[in-house]
T-cell receptor, first 114, second 115 residues
Framework: AQSVAQPEDQVNVAEGNPLTVKCTYS??????LFWYVQYPNRGLQFLLK??????LVKGSYGFEAEFNKSQTSFHLKKPSALVSDSALYFC????????????FGTGTRLLVSP | DVKVTQSSRYLVKRTGEKVFLECVQD?????MFWYRQDPGLGLRLIYF???????EKGDIPEGYSVSREKKERFSLILESASTNQTSMYLC??????????????FGAGSRLTVL
């Protein structure tokens, strides 16, 4: 069965600094990987996904993520954090074949200080 | 703008009550999902449906049932609410197809408190 680990409950970063939110996964075969963001009192919004191809995926709001097959990781990154990036971030994985459910991590709260 | 609409943002119910959570999507998506979100546990799948009148159990279906009589509507039912069902409930939908790459679109959530 597939699983996702987000090792950090919270990440603190100063505005203007680069940020990284970590995600590792376990899945049979090739993975489909996703990042979603949840702003306060809102549902989840899609940020980006990796299906195949270039290991560096670019998404919404200046975010990007790097797929590393050998380390089974899919870390979310942004070169320069904004206070408005403060939110809850979820990594998710599903196997690349068949109809399989999307499994989410436990989430990482990002706090960007002014 | 495409939408997944959950009819109730906040509900307070008593133990033993029957609770209906409604979800409607206007994107003609085949797949619909119900998740619950709890701090430290992330999102856990309760039920999903890939077609009208079809349903599949997710990871935590106990104490819940679902109904999908129309393509656009997916209802979550708590037959007899219990305090451990106090949670945020998120509905989502997605297109179908051979690829699992389709993105889920989420509703704003329904926060249920069971007293």
């Amino acid at each position: 069965a597939q699983s996702v680990a987000q090792p950090e409950d919270q990440v603190n970063v100063a505005e203007g600094n680069p940020l990284t939110v970590k995600c590792t996964y376990s899945v049979s075969g090739n993975p489909y990987l996703f990042w979603y963001v949840q702003y306060p009192n809102r549902g989840l919004q899609f940020l980006l996904k990796y299906i195949t191809g270039d290991n560096l995926v670019k998404g919404s709001y200046g975010f990007e993520a790097e797929f590393n097959k050998s380390q089974t990781s899919f870390h979310l990154k942004k070169p320069s954090a904004l206070v408005s990036d403060s939110a809850l971030y979820f990594c998710a994985v599903r196997p690349g074949t068949g109809f399989q459910k999307l499994v989410f991590g436990t989430g990482t709260r990002l706090l960007v200080s002014p | 703008d495409v939408k997944v609409t959950q009819s109730s943002r906040y509900l307070v119910k008593r133990t033993g009550e029957k609770v209906f959570l409604e979800c409607v999507q206007d994107m003609d998506h085949e797949n619909m999902f119900w998740y619950r979100q709890d701090p430290g546990l992330g999102l856990r799948l309760i039920y999903f449906s890939y077609d009208v009148k079809m349903k599949e159990k997710g990871d935590i279906p106990e104490g819940y049932s679902v109904s999908r009589e129309k393509k656009e509507r997916f209802s979550l039912i708590l037959e007899s609410a219990s305090t451990n069902q106090t949670s945020m409930y998120l509905c989502a939908s997605s297109l179908s197809g051979p690829s699992g790459a389709n993105v889920l679109t989420f509703g704003a959530g329904s926060r249920l408190t069971v007293l």
